[in-house]
């Protein structure tokens, strides 16, 4: 047989086996294929009218997500191109009048909108509503409606929600993005689990509301929310709570948590903890006044620390990490922790090193070390405030230079997780650092992931790999029954 007959064997094979997975779709009954359909774009979905086999099935789909974001980079967008708005919005409206599904699990809106800036949004805002109450009566479980999407929309252009958003037996989850929570009836939201709100104006009385009418919440999350002061969760059944404070917002907000198990916080100096010893799993970081804070606040930023002694997982961020590194460097006691497990997501630098081990120094309970490493080789406070650029820090030995006791590296880390690795001397010295002095150490697993820097090309060649490989595992280690793992 000739090369060519070969090939055009293979081809038809290749077109058998097509076909048989297509006759295999085809086979499938109506309620499968209509969930399969479920899971693509919407837009996507609708175009399967397109094959004879699916025709209309696409209006029993229970997901239904309009995203203006789909249809250009939203880096590169133009907002007076109004091209894609009008897209989506026909697209909204065609799959509104032919859905034919009495329920629906989640409905998605997002869509820039800004009442003032252009002709025709106030028509457009009563519409929204429209689609906002046909999703209600379906009966919807996850309700996300977001009116900032990829633009920068002010307050005085958000959209004020019908009221009967917030009055629903059926809803689960909700996020809202950029709109104007006002009820004017009390809210009923009796299955509600989760609540997201992210660029939000909500009082404290409105919170209050809030709370009281979401008694199955179980996880809220308020990103760069404004005119909050005081949160008070009272309720058993909420665990989970993440904050992110608006940057540009110099106010404190008071928490009290007594029930709360898991808490995140972004923007922890200007915040007052109440009720803590609850939580098992803290999150912390600070915002761009962070060493203001840490040399003119610094009793009250150690308490915070002191506050959660008892977390058993706690996850620290660069500018977090920079603070301990600052208490080392003026000579400020830093406190000791209790907790279990290290969560550090963090750029991996010569500024960083000194917080960090006073993390380990500090921590002599510690039995899990989990190192997410970040793009990047420069704190930004180096560009804005030179203030760390005074003290003399040796990166290329600071390791080796470490002389005082761990504690928890003799007596109880046993794993050692490091992400995004990359093979930097920083890096690497201080993953030998580590197998030095780990005595009790069980297992290290080194994650590459070099996807997560996307601008760099892809460090880890056969020849690179085998060497790092290579330096790691012969590398003096104080515990021998260490597993080593490179993913």
Same mark, same amino acid.
């Given at each position: =047989? ?27 009954? %109506? ?17 399967? #009218? ?8 696409? @209006? ?7 995203? $203006? ?5 939203? +880096? ?65 479980? #996850? ?37 104007? #929570? ?23 009385? =409105? ?33 989970? $709570? ?6 540009? %917002? ?25 009720? $803590?010893?609850?939580?098992?799993? *803290? *999150? ?33 961020? @660069? ?5 301990? &590194? ?10 000791? =922790? ?8 963090? =750029? ?10 006073? /993390? ?16 990047? +080789? ?36 046993? +794993? ?10 920083? *890096? ?5 650092? /580590? ?25 880890? &060649? ?26």
């Amino acid at each position: =047989m000739s090369n060519g007959d070969a090939e055009i064997s293979i081809c038809e094979r290749q077109k058998v086996a097509l076909n048989e997975q297509i006759d295999r779709i085809s086979s499938l009954p %109506d309620p499968i294929l209509a969930h399969i359909l479920s899971l693509l774009p919407t837009e996507d979905a609708v175009k399967t #009218v397109l094959i004879r086999r699916f025709g209309n099935l696409w @209006t029993y789909i229970h997901n239904l997500d309009f995203d $203006v974001c789909l249809y250009h980079e939203c +880096t590169e967008v133009d907002y007076e191109d109004t091209v894609d708005e009008e897209r989506l919005i026909n697209l909204i409206r065609h799959v509104l009048i032919l859905h034919q599904r009495s329920d629906i699990h989640r409905f998605c809106l997002k869509l820039e909108l800004n009442l003032w800036s252009t002709p025709g949004q106030l028509e457009l805002a009563n519409e929204i509503d429209t689609w906002i109450r046909f999703a209600l009566r379906k009966k919807v479980k #996850v309700l996300e409606l977001d009116f900032k999407a990829c633009g920068n929309s002010g307050p005085e252009g958000y959209h004020k929600l019908p009221n009967v958003v917030f009055i629903s037996d059926f809803i689960t989850e909700l996020k809202l993005v950029y709109c104007c #929570v006002e009820p004017r009836e009390h809210i009923q939201l009796a299955s509600l689990k989760s609540l997201s709100l992210n660029g939000i104006l909500i009082c404290d009385k =409105m919170m209050i509301d809030i709370l009281s009418g979401c008694p199955a919440l179980e996880s809220l999350f308020l990103y760069e929310c404004y005119g909050l002061h005081k949160l008070d969760f009272t309720s058993v059944n909420l665990k989970n $709570v993440v904050i992110e404070l608006d940057c540009h %917002d110099s106010s404190r907000l008071e928490v009290s948590c007594p029930y709360v198990t898991s808490l995140n916080i972004s923007g922890i100096e200007r915040t007052d903890l109440y009720n $803590v010893s609850s939580i098992v799993d *803290a *999150a912390l970081e600070f915002d761009n006044r962070f060493f203001d804070c840490a040399c003119g606040q610094y009793r009250e930023v150690k308490m915070l620390f002191e506050q959660l002694y008892d977390a058993e997982v706690f996850t620290l961020f @660069t500018r977090a990490i920079l603070v301990f &590194t600052i208490w080392v460097l003026i000579r400020s006691p830093c406190p000791s =922790m209790n907790w279990r497990r290290l969560v550090l997501k963090t =750029m991996l630098t010569k500024w960083h090193f000194p917080g960090i081990a006073s /993390l380990l120094r500090n921590s002599p309970d510690l039995e899990m070390l989990d190192i997410h490493i970040q793009p990047g +080789t420069k704190p930004f406070c180096i560009h804005d405030d030179p203030w760390l650029m005074e003290y003399e820090i040796d990166g290329e030995n600071f390791w080796d230079l470490q002389r005082s006791s761990f504690h928890c590296l003799r007596s109880h880390l046993k +794993t050692i997780r490091i992400r995004s690795f990359k093979i930097k001397s920083c *890096a690497v010295k201080l993953v030998h650092f /580590l197998l030095r002095k780990a005595c009790v150490l069980e297992k290290l697993v080194i994650e590459t992931n070099w996807v997560s820097y996307p601008d760099e090309e892809n460090p880890f &060649t056969s020849e690179t790999w085998k060497e790092f490989s290579e330096d790691i595992h012969s590398c003096p280690r104080a515990s021998p029954q260490a597993v080593i793992l490179i993913l």
